[in-house]
């Protein structure tokens, strides 16, 4: 027996922060937007106490700008929000993207587009959390569906931005955002604690964006001696900007292929049954928790059905969707949105399979029922 | 300038000298400005490795990477809020932000009312040329009214922001205006704007020869910065000139130098506070 101690009840948006906070997260900057206040709430109470900096900006973009000043001083950072905010943001995510500045953003999805239906839930935002700011970028986005899976994932996002110095956007709905339950958090000490490479040696030579084996270059901090230049602007391995074709695209293809050098640490998933699965169930969130009982419903009169659940959302885990999807004919995929992982997965499926998708767009979640329902009308 | 006037001041000391040539255009009052502040923070005896220089988008944003210091060249509008998170979070750097009247008056404008608000250790030279000069010459909020502009074809018809007057109205601890045509006196007022505890405001009168001069006939660089005179004095050496300048009865000098509690200093007390329990 387990010493009942390390259980409690816990809202998803507190174990946002208190998985940052874990993770060596020092910095917050926030404006008040439903559904994700409570992130901005308990950073307020509980980052002081760990002599960390929580700030409320005069809006979205501000909090975006600060937490990237502050990371750029070396601190880990974070920011949260919702729809509207996570518009907002775009521009500065970019920033990050482009000038590789380690910092986590969290979206708590509500109905959209504008203002929307801010106390409702949604999964509207899954082509925005990938394509939300312009240019040819690499973020990195990861969708838990549980309260302790958040706080693990804050643990993950952290290691990943700080590691591969690519932004790193954690989105759930609503639902998982308020939902409460009891969970065990790892003992604190557990955690492995992650920070960037910083420069080292001597400043003269020093180049902050060089091509390295790993593709992450080291990061220089400031008062350190090595006085580098940081902008948006596309630049050489110096730092400083250049129109030169080659550089330009030396530098843009390093920063994409990041993702694919490193996929083995950034892609994360759950399959359940589908090694003989016919029908596969694909769905995140609130929505990936009515699949798994829909599936679990399934097997027990005998269908063969499977859940693959992304966890990291973006880059999409390819290689393992194929491998469990092989034997299956149809892939069903239930969200709250009009069909956004479901394009994904059509890019994915071979000519033999088909996918079906669940949808809700007024606000509620998805019933495991509609979801057996199908099941049951495509076995 | 001669040597003796500067002292031990060489501007070379603080530049990157790989970077030349410039890219300003001939007769642009940026590179005063620039030099102004180099001379400022070397007479403060600030080292160039905790000198963290953070500007916005426009010709304002781009004079930072010139210096041999810390510099980020952030998104349009923000360097103010990036250097919030800076300043907040390194105390030990000496954080200033160079802007422009578009990036910091119009785009950036919500985040200056708010940094004077809350009084951060972060000195704000606000390089005023009247013009998006970057982007081929747009009417700005400092855009005087019948001047010429690409957006203003006509001239310009909007009324015009007074910058230091928002500064002061949004709280700023520290507000001060300079022209370019006195390198000493503008000088002092950022040596005394970087030196100040809390946030500081300076608005500095800068020419834009190439783009606004020409199309409004205000002549070539020597005749623009000249007749920056009409507003100085001798005694502008800090002081406030009651002279109007140009036609918006711009003053020169310092209008505000407050003791306010510093916000950082005011966030690490709370931290400490909260950890005593």
Redesign the interface.
């Known amino acids: 027996m387990k010493a009942v101690g390390h259980l409690q009840n816990l809202q998803g948006n507190h174990a946002c922060a208190m998985g940052a906070i874990a993770a060596g997260c020092?910095?917050f900057?926030g404006y008040p937007i439903t559904p994700s206040s409570e992130i901005a709430e308990k950073m307020s109470l509980e980052l002081?106490?760990v002599?960390g900096?929580f700030?409320q900006?005069?809006?979205e973009?501000?909090?975006?700008?600060?937490?990237?000043?502050?990371?750029?001083?070396?601190?880990k950072?974070m920011t949260a929000t919702s729809g509207p905010g996570f518009s907002l943001k775009q521009?500065?995510i970019g920033?990050a993207a482009g000038a590789e500045i380690p910092c986590v953003v969290v979206n708590v999805m509500r109905g959209g587009p504008s203002t929307g239906l801010p106390t409702r839930p949604s999964q509207g935002d899954i082509m925005q959390s990938r394509w939300g700011t312009h240019g040819d970028h690499a973020v990195i986005v990861l969708t838990p569906s549980s309260v302790k899976e958040i706080y693990e994932e804050m643990i993950r996002a952290f290691w990943l931005t700080e590691t591969l110095r690519v932004p790193v956007l954690v989105i759930y709905d609503e639902v998982i955002g308020h939902l409460v339950e009891t969970v065990e958090l790892p003992a604190p000490g557990s955690i492995k604690a992650s920070m960037r490479k910083w420069a080292s040696g001597p400043s003269a030579e020093f180049q902050p964006y060089e091509e390295t084996e790993d593709m992450v270059p080291a990061m220089a901090r400031?008062?350190?001696?090595y006085?580098?230049?940081?902008?948006?602007?596309t630049t050489s391995e110096s730092g400083?900007?250049t129109q030169d074709p080659i550089q330009v695209e030396a530098m843009v293809a390093r920063r994409l292929g990041k993702l694919k050098h490193h996929a083995d640490d950034i892609e994360s998933y759950e399959a359940i049954d589908c090694e003989d699965a016919r029908i596969i169930l694909v769905a995140i969130g609130i929505s990936a928790r009515a699949a798994g009982r829909a599936q679990k419903q399934a097997r027990e009169k005998g269908l063969k059905v499977g859940l693959f659940r992304p966890i990291t959302l973006w880059p999409f885990p390819e290689a393992a969707f194929h491998a469990s999807s092989e034997k299956a004919k149809h892939i069903v995929v239930p969200e709250m949105n009009a069909g956004q992982i479901i394009l994904e997965i059509d890019r994915l499926i071979t000519g033999k399979q088909q996918t079906i998708g669940i949808n809700r767009i007024d606000g509620e979640v998805i019933d495991p029922a509609a979801i057996l329902c199908k099941i049951e009308e495509l076995a | 300038m001669s040597e003796q006037s500067t002292g031990s001041f060489n501007i070379r000391d603080y530049l990157?000298e790989d970077?030349f040539p410039h890219f300003l255009c001939p007769g642009c009052g940026h590179g005063i400005a620039l030099r102004a502040l180099l001379w400022a923070v070397h007479e403060l005896d600030i080292s160039?490795?905790?000198l963290?220089i953070?500007s916005g988008i426009g010709c304002s944003g781009r004079i930072g990477?010139y210096v041999?210091?810390?510099?980020?060249?952030?998104?349009h509008g923000?360097p103010?809020?990036?250097?919030?998170?800076?300043?907040?979070?390194?105390p030990?750097?000496k954080v200033v932000v160079i802007t422009g009247d578009g990036d910091c008056l119009a785009i950036g404008g919500?985040?200056l009312?708010?940094a004077c608000r809350r009084n951060l250790n972060i000195t704000c030279m606000m390089l005023n040329n009247e013009v998006y000069g970057m982007t081929g010459g747009q009417a700005s909020p400092t855009t005087s009214q019948s001047r010429y502009t690409t957006t203003s074809p006509t001239g310009s018809i909007e009324p015009v922001f007074n910058a230091c007057d928002l500064a002061m109205g949004a709280g700023a601890s520290f507000v001060g205006r300079e022209v370019t045509l006195q390198t000493p006196a503008l000088k002092n007022l950022l040596r005394r704007a970087i030196d100040h505890d809390g946030f500081s405001f300076v608005e500095v009168i800068s020419d834009c020869t190439e783009i606004y001069g020409r199309k409004n006939d205000l002549g070539d660089s020597p005749e623009m910065i000249l007749s920056q005179k009409g507003s100085m004095r001798p005694d502008s050496y800090g002081n406030i000139v009651d002279e109007p300048f140009r036609s918006n009865h711009m003053k020169t000098g310092v209008f505000v130098e407050i003791d306010r509690a510093e916000y950082g200093a005011v966030?690490r007390n709370?931290?400490k506070s909260?950890?005593a329990g």
């Open positions: 020092r910095f900057a002081p106490k002599g900096i700030v900006m005069e809006d973009i501000a909090s975006m700008g600060a937490i990237l000043g502050a990371s750029m001083g070396g601190s950072v521009e500065n920033y400031p008062g350190d001696g006085r580098v230049h940081t902008t948006g602007l400083f900007p | 990157r970077m160039n490795d905790k963290a953070v990477a041999d210091a810390n510099t980020f060249h952030v998104t923000r103010l809020a990036f250097a919030t998170g800076l300043a907040l979070s390194r030990d750097l919500n985040h009312i708010h966030y709370h931290v909260v950890q």
